[in-house]
C-alpha cells in the first residue's frame, strides 16, 4: 500500500518536471526502483488506460489574424471552450494534453468568430458532415496521467463546486428596512420573514460558508415578484405570499424585488462572494409569469391561454402534467409563457442575458425545465456562449444545472449536454438510492454502492450533476433519517404535515448520524453536491411551506451541531482531495448495512466506510497498512476488518 502511494507521488512529480530523468535523484532512491521506471508504453504505475495523455504541438499557418484558439475533441468540452495559440515566427502553436491512442479530431477558431482548418494537415469528415483537421492516434513513450474532463488552466472545474440553496427570505434579516408584508395571508409561515441580500453578505462576510466548506450559492429568483397573495402550490386552499421569487412579475434586472433589497444590495454581496471565491448561481423562473405582470396584457400572445377551446389548461386540472406539461398553467394565476412563438422566446433568453451581464453570475439553477420548449434552453446555451463566455478571457463554463422532478434517468438525461443544453441536473434518482438505502434502511448499502456505478456514467463524461438529500420541494431530510421516518422515500406524505401537527426537531442523535452517512456518500462522490439551507443542521419541517422555516442561527441542539461539525470535516476532505471529486471509485465491500469504497486520482487515494446499522460492525476491504482516519483525527490499521462504530462513517488515507 505504501509502496503504490509513493510510486503515484513519485510518477506525479516526474511528469510535472517534464520527464527530466535528472529530477529522479531529487526525490531519494526508491525502494525498488525499477518499479517505478515507466517502460515503453508504460505509462505511470496504476493509471487508468482512459487517463492516459500525450503532450502534443499543434500549429496553425500564421496570416493576419488577431487570435486563433485550437480546439477539438482532445478535452471534454474541447469543441466549446478552446486553447489560446500564441504566435510564434509565422505560426500560431499550442501545445496540448490529448488521450493517448486516440485520435483526436481538432479545428481553429480564428478572430473568436471563425472556424477553420489548416488544408496542408489531414482531414476528416465527422458525422454532421464537418470537415475538421485530424491527428492519428499518438502512443507517447511516458504518457501523462490526466483525470479526464480536465479544463484548462485558468478555467474553474465545475466538479470541484458544492452548491449551497439560500432560500433569502428564509436566511438571515440583514436589514429590516425593506422587509414586507402581504395582507392576508393565511399564516407567518407564508408572509415575508425578512431575510434579504444584505443577510446573505453578512454571512458570506463572516466567514460562514468558508467554514462550512461550500463554494457555491444558488439564490432565490431575484426578480421582482407579485405583492399579491396567491393560493399555495397543490391548491392547499391557503393564502402564500411570493416569500419564495416563483411568481414574477417584472422582469426587470435593474430593479429587482424590494423585500430582499436593492440592487445595489444584490451587487455588493455577488461582490463579497466572489471576492472571497465564491461563485453565485440565481434561480430562474422562465415557466410563468405572475397574472399581474406588465408583459402579460401587452403581450398576451406571447402566453397560452388558460382555456385551449375545451379544457381548462391547468395542469393536473383539465390539462395532463405531462402530456400538456409545456403549455399548462401551474395554477390559475400563472400564465405560461408559450416560446413556440418566438418574440416571446427571444425576448424571455434576452432577459437571461440581461440579468447575467448585469450581475456577472456564474451560473442559473433553471425552474422546472421540463415545462418549456425545448428551443427556450438551446437558443439560451448558444446566446450564453456567443454572447456571454466568448468575452471571457480565460472562457468560463457557465454552469446551467436544471430541475427535472423525476425519478427516471432518461427524463433527466434528455436535457444535459453541456454544448448545447444543461451542464446537469439535480439526481432525483440518485437521491432516491441514497434515502432508501442510508437513511430509511429499505434497501441495501450494496444496492446504492450497485446504483451509483451505473449513475456516475449515465448522463455522458461531461455532465456535472448535482446529488443532493433535501430541497424545498420535499419534506426536511432529517424526518427520514429518524428511527421511524415520517413520510415514504417519495415524500408522498410530506405535506400532510405542513399547516397542523407539524414535526418537531429530532432529539435522538439516531437521526443526525444517519443523515452525517448520507452526506459522507454525497461529499466523497462525484458532482456538484447540493445542501438545502439549514440541512446542515437538520432543520426540521413537514413539506411545503414549512420546510421553508426561518435558519436557526442560535439555539442549537449537540446533535446539530455535531452534524454542522461533519458536513464541515467532510467538505474539507472534499476540497483536500481530488480523488472525492474527480476519483475512480471502486467497492471493496458492500453489504447490508455496510459499504467501503477507494477512491483513486493521481496522486491522491482514500477509502471511505460507511455502517448505516445500529451497531458497530466489522467492515472488510481496507488494505494492509497504517492509515490515518481523517474524521477522527487517529490511527487506523488496514488488514483485517475495520470497526466501525453505529451509524458512523469513517475515512482513511495511507500514512
Ligand atoms: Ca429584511
Ligand atoms: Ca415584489
Redesign the pocket.
Known amino acids: 500500500m505504501k509502496r503504490h502511494l509513493l510510486a503515484l507521488a513519485f510518477s506525479f512529480a516526474l511528469f510535472a518536471c517534464g520527464s527530466d530523468a535528472s529530477r529522479t535523484t531529487d526525490l531519494g532512491q526508491p525502494p525498488d526502483a525499477s518499479f517505478f521506471i515507466p517502460g515503453p508504453d508504460a505509462g505511470p504505475p496504476s493509471c487508468p488506460e482512459a487517463w492516459k495523455a500525450c503532450s502534443e504541438a499543434f500549429t496553425y499557418p500564421a496570416g493576419n489574424e488577431t487570435s486563433v484558439e485550437l480546439r477539438g475533441d482532445f478535452r471534454a468540452d474541447g469543441w466549446m471552450s478552446g486553447v489560446a495559440m500564441v504566435k510564434l515566427g509565422n505560426q500560431w502553436t499550442a501545445k496540448v494534453n490529448v488521450p493517448y491512442n486516440k485520435q483526436v479530431q481538432y479545428k481553429f477558431f480564428t478572430n473568436g468568430t471563425t472556424w477553420t482548418i489548416d488544408p496542408a494537415q489531414p482531414t476528416i469528415t465527422d458525422a454532421s458532415s464537418s470537415i475538421n483537421n485530424v491527428r492519428a492516434p499518438v502512443q507517447c513513450a511516458a504518457p501523462l496521467c490526466e483525470e479526464p474532463g480536465a479544463v484548462a488552466a485558468g478555467v474553474y472545474d465545475w466538479r470541484d463546486a458544492v452548491i449551497y440553496f439560500v432560500f433569502v427570505d428564509r436566511f438571515f434579516?440583514?436589514?429590516?428596512a425593506?422587509?414586507c408584508d402581504v395582507s392576508g395571508v393565511s399564516s407567518s409561515m407564508v408572509n415575508y420573514m425578512?431575510?434579504?441580500w444584505?443577510?446573505l453578505k453578512k454571512k458570506i462576510d463572516d466567514g460562514y460558508f468558508a467554514d462550512l466548506g461550500v463554494n457555491t450559492l444558488w439564490v432565490t429568483v431575484p426578480a421582482d415578484n407579485t405583492d399579491e397573495k396567491g393560493k399555495g402550490a397543490g391548491q392547499d386552499n391557503h393564502s402564500y405570499s411570493a416569500f419564495h421569487g416563483y411568481w414574477p412579475k417584472n422582469l426587470d434586472p435593474k430593479n429587482p424585488e424590494g423585500c430582499f433589497g436593492s440592487a445595489a444590495d444584490l451587487k455588493a454581496l455577488i461582490a463579497s462572494a466572489h471576492g472571497k471565491g465564491i461563485k453565485v448561481l440565481f434561480d430562474y423562473a422562465m415557466v410563468h409569469v405572475h397574472k399581474s405582470a406588465e408583459i402579460v396584457s401587452k403581450n398576451p400572445s406571447w402566453f397560452w391561454p388558460q382555456y385551449d377551446g375545451t379544457r381548462n389548461c391547468i395542469c393536473g386540472q383539465g390539462c395532463d402534467w405531462n402530456a400538456d406539461g409545456k403549455r399548462c398553467w401551474f395554477t390559475d394565476y400563472l400564465p405560461h409563457w408559450d416560446y413556440t412563438n418566438t418574440a416571446a422566446r427571444a425576448y424571455s433568453v434576452q432577459n437571461v442575458i440581461d440579468w447575467v451581464t448585469e450581475y456577472g453570475i456564474d451560473g442559473l439553477r433553471l425552474d422546472a425545465i421540463k415545462h418549456v420548449d425545448d428551443r427556450w434552453l438551446t437558443d439560451l446555451r448558444a446566446r450564453l456562449t456567443s454572447g456571454v463566455v466568448a468575452e471571457q478571457s480565460p472562457q468560463q463554463r457557465f454552469y446551467l444545472v436544471g430541475e427535472t422532478f423525476s425519478y427516471t434517468q432518461s427524463d433527466l438525461k434528455y436535457y444535459v449536454d453541456p454544448s448545447s443544453k444543461l451542464d446537469g441536473q439535480f439526481d432525483f434518482p440518485e437521491r432516491l438510492a441514497l434515502i432508501k438505502s442510508v437513511l430509511m434502511r429499505k434497501s441495501d448499502m450494496s444496492d446504492l454502492a450497485t446504483f451509483l456505478d451505473q449513475n456516475d456514467e449515465a448522463y455522458g463524461a461531461n455532465a456535472v450533476m448535482s446529488p443532493f438529500a433535501g430541497n424545498h420541494d420535499l419534506g426536511r431530510v432529517i424526518h427520514m433519517a429518524e428511527d421511524t421516518p415520517l413520510w415514504d422515500e417519495w415524500s408522498n406524505e410530506d405535506k400532510s404535515r405542513s399547516w397542523s401537527n407539524q414535526p418537531t426537531q429530532p432529539t435522538a442523535v439516531s437521526a443526525y448520524e444517519r443523515l452525517a452517512n448520507a452526506y459522507a456518500v454525497l461529499f466523497t462522490n462525484r458532482g456538484a453536491p447540493l445542501l438545502y439551507y439549514g440541512d446542515e443542521v437538520g432543520l426540521a419541517g413537514a413539506g411545503d411551506p414549512d420546510n421553508r422555516r426561518m435558519m436557526p442561527w442560535s439555539g442549537l441542539s449537540t446533535n446539530q451541531t455535531f452534524l454542522r461539525d461533519r458536513v464541515s470535516a467532510l467538505l474539507k476532505i472534499r476540497a483536500a482531495h481530488p480523488a472525492t471529486r474527480r476519483g475512480k471509485r471502486t467497492t471493496m465491500s458492500a453489504s447490508a448495512d455496510t459499504w467501503l469504497y477507494k477512491l483513486s486520482a493521481t496522486g491522491d487515494e482514500l477509502y471511505v466506510a460507511i455502517n448505516r446499522s445500529n451497531t458497530a460492525a466489522t467492515v472488510n476491504g481496507l488494505p494492509s497498512g497504517s492509515y490515518s482516519e481523517l474524521l477522527t483525527n487517529t490511527a487506523a490499521a488496514g488488514g483485517a476488518g475495520v470497526l466501525i462504530p453505529a451509524r458512523q462513517a469513517r475515512v482513511f488515507v495511507a500514512k
Open positions: 434579516d440583514g436589514n429590516s425593506n422587509n425578512g431575510g434579504d444584505a443577510g
